[in-house]
């Protein structure tokens, strides 16, 4: 079993970059798949970005493609979130998410694949 803590987030103008960490406990930290997921207020949640349990593979949802980065480090148990050049959309509560069972190189999408979660961090963009 994994917890996942998110940190990071916070009120940013428009343009604007945050950095987001996910720290996890645990000692088995490299065989989770990892990704971070948004919900923004009155919508579903989604995927935002992915990444292989070695780091070598990673997924963007188009939006973000370009402005965001996701990595992981191993040694130290932790997920960041580069976000650069951030616009009003992207204004939401950001999860870290850990799936267990997947192959080195895969990178999972699928929300429902996700078996434990942070609390989430809130990400706000004024325009």
Same mark, same amino acid.
């Given at each position: 079993?994994?917890?996942?803590?998110?940190?990071?987030?916070?009120? !940013?103008?428009?343009?604007?970059?945050?950095?987001? %960490?996910?720290?996890?406990?645990?000692?088995?930290? %490299?065989?989770?798949?990892?990704?971070?997921?948004?919900?923004?207020?009155? $919508?579903?949640?989604?995927?935002?970005?992915?990444?292989?349990?070695?780091?070598?593979?990673?997924?963007?949802?188009?939006? !973000?493609?370009?402005?965001?980065?996701?990595?992981?480090?191993?040694? $130290?148990?932790?997920?960041?979130?580069?976000?650069?050049?951030?616009? %009003?959309?992207?204004?939401?509560?950001?999860?870290?998410?850990?799936?267990?069972?997947?192959?080195?190189?895969? !990178?999972?999408?699928?929300?429902?694949?996700?078996?434990?979660?942070?609390?989430?961090?809130? !990400?706000?963009?004024?325009?």
């Amino acid at each position: 079993q994994v917890q996942l803590v998110e940190s990071g987030g916070g009120l !940013v103008q428009a343009g604007g970059s945050l950095q987001l %960490s996910c720290a996890a406990s645990g000692r088995t930290f %490299s065989t989770y798949a990892l990704a971070w997921f948004r919900q923004a207020q009155g $919508k579903e949640r989604e995927i935002v970005a992915a990444i292989s349990r070695h780091g070598g593979s990673t997924y963007y949802t188009d939006s !973000v493609k370009g402005r965001f980065t996701i990595s992981r480090d191993n040694a $130290k148990n932790t997920l960041t979130l580069q976000m650069n050049v951030l616009k %009003s959309e992207d204004t939401a509560v950001y999860y870290c998410a850990a799936a267990t069972g997947m192959s080195t190189w895969w !990178v999972e999408r699928a929300e429902n694949e996700y078996d434990y979660w942070g609390q989430g961090t809130q !990400v706000t963009v004024s325009s």
